[in-house]
């Protein structure tokens, strides 16, 4: 034991002590909040006045769908992926320019051919062609100097829908305020009830939050896997391995390094954690009403390390393996796919589960002793499962764990001193036999 205790901090103080480790510990979480943040702050602030013209031989229809497009703005609570307000307040703080429209009530082919010019030479950022029958047909032609302005296609075609409808409205006796209000927006709160009692919820935030954790478990039992077999390879080809097993066995070893890592794991999980909590204030004034009433649940903090240990042992167990195979990171790559592979099907089912927790498909997954570190933790992040479940879970995962722990260490007792050419799966069998 002792022996694994030196290893253990030996492996622990020279990787947290590494620039890499400062550096990853610290860009990380910066680049996630970049990629998260940044896309929507530059949908918002990007760009200036939009120059739009409405093409209709019906003057009416056109003149309200003009006056619904300068009536839109951005609020400061919006983003371009949520509900556009057609009358915001006087004081609201405009995020999104504001259209200027020009109306054409004559089409014709040689205006079209104008227009297509206006485009091409930017001096205008798209017109809105109407047909005639566009009151019965609900249909209409956008032609956009920029196609892949989803953002602008929408405000468009809402403020032709809604000029629609409220001339549809009109046609029936609605007056144009009272139209306006029929055809605004409903706001609906959500409210998750469980056996631990109801929390109002904002649904994204109760979607991304399940993701979030999700993601943090994925990336670090995937580095730190990688981490314990690269340790494993360095050593193996520079020949270190063989003074050290002068000192220790080939398993203390192997569990020096795999709880070494775990431990630099675990340390910077809760770098990462104590961060977020120091500046949770300014983080959900960053992030907004995305993660507003997303709710934790108590347990779940138990839980978390619970499973990334499990999830974390159990692949540097397989990770640990590969690198005593191996001669080169090369070669270890070639055997990684078929490792990573129950990895890869988490994250591919992992939103079905995020929407419905308790379907068997999500039951079986947090089953499999290696998909239930991730699946389950999720599971139990949206809606907490019977304590059976959970238990189960545990108990088979740890009984896989001890047998890829007395597996994988026989094959590290034979690989981790053999050198040049790559092993066959028939030695490899052999060395679990015989060693």
């Not at 910066?30 to 006045?49: C, E």
């Not at 020009?102 to 205006?111: F, G, M, R």
């Not at 981490?227 to 220790?248: A, D, F, N, Q, T």
């Amino acid at each position: 034991m002792r022996n694994i205790w030196l290893i253990l901090r030996r492996e622990y103080l020279v990787r947290v002590r590494s620039k890499a480790f400062v550096l990853f510990t610290v860009l990380l979480p910066l680049l996630m909040g970049a990629a998260v943040l940044l896309p929507t702050k530059l949908a918002i602030h990007s760009s200036s006045t939009r120059r739009v013209t409405i093409v209709s031989s019906d003057a009416t229809l056109a003149a309200a769908v003009r006056g619904e497009l300068e009536e839109m703005r951005m609020s400061e609570d919006e983003d371009p992926s949520r509900k556009l307000k057609s009358t915001p307040s006087p004081d609201a703080k405009s995020k999104k320019p504001a259209f200027v429209v020009s109306v054409e009530n004559t089409p014709n082919d040689a205006l079209k051919e104008r227009l297509t010019a206006e485009l091409r030479d930017n001096k205008l950022d798209g017109f809105l062609w109407i047909a005639p029958d566009a009151m019965t047909s609900r249909k209409a032609v956008y032609y956009s100097r920029n196609g892949s302005d989803f953002v602008e296609a929408s405000q468009v075609s809402r403020g032709l829908r809604f000029a629609l409808s409220e001339q549809q409205l009109s046609a029936r006796g609605v007056g144009t305020a009272e139209a306006k209000k029929l055809l605004g927006p409903v706001d609906v709160d959500t409210v998750k009830v469980d056996k631990s009692g109801s929390n109002k919820s904002n649904g994204m935030g109760a979607f991304f939050l399940p993701f979030a954790l999700l993601m943090m478990i994925y990336v670090t039992v995937l580095t730190y896997g990688l981490y314990v077999m690269r340790s494993v390879i360095e050593e193996k080809s520079s020949r270190v391995v063989e003074v050290l097993l002068g000192s220790v066995t080939p398993f203390e070893l192997m569990a020096g390094k795999i709880l070494g890592v775990a431990a630099v794991g675990l340390t910077q999980i809760s770098i990462w954690m104590v961060a977020a909590t120091a500046m949770g204030a300014g983080a959900m004034a960053m992030v907004g009403d995305l993660m507003k009433d997303a709710h934790l649940d108590p347990a779940v903090k138990f839980l978390f390390p619970v499973y990334f240990l499990l999830g974390y042992l159990t692949y540097a167990c397989l990770y640990a393996a590969i690198g005593a195979v191996v001669n080169s990171d090369e070669e270890a790559q070639q055997l990684q796919f078929p490792v990573t592979i129950p990895l890869i099907a988490c994250m591919v089912v992992a939103t079905s589960v995020i929407r419905d927790p308790n379907t068997s498909m999500a039951f079986w997954f947090s089953m499999f002793p290696l998909t239930s570190p991730i699946i389950m933790f999720v599971r139990a992040t949206v809606s907490m499962p019977p304590v059976w479940q959970i238990v189960v879970s545990i108990a088979l995962s740890l009984v896989t764990l001890y047998g890829l722990v007395w597996l994988t260490s026989r094959i590290y007792r034979v690989g981790i001193l053999m050198y040049g050419k790559r092993p066959t799966l028939p030695e490899i069998l052999k060395w679990i036999k015989y060693s």
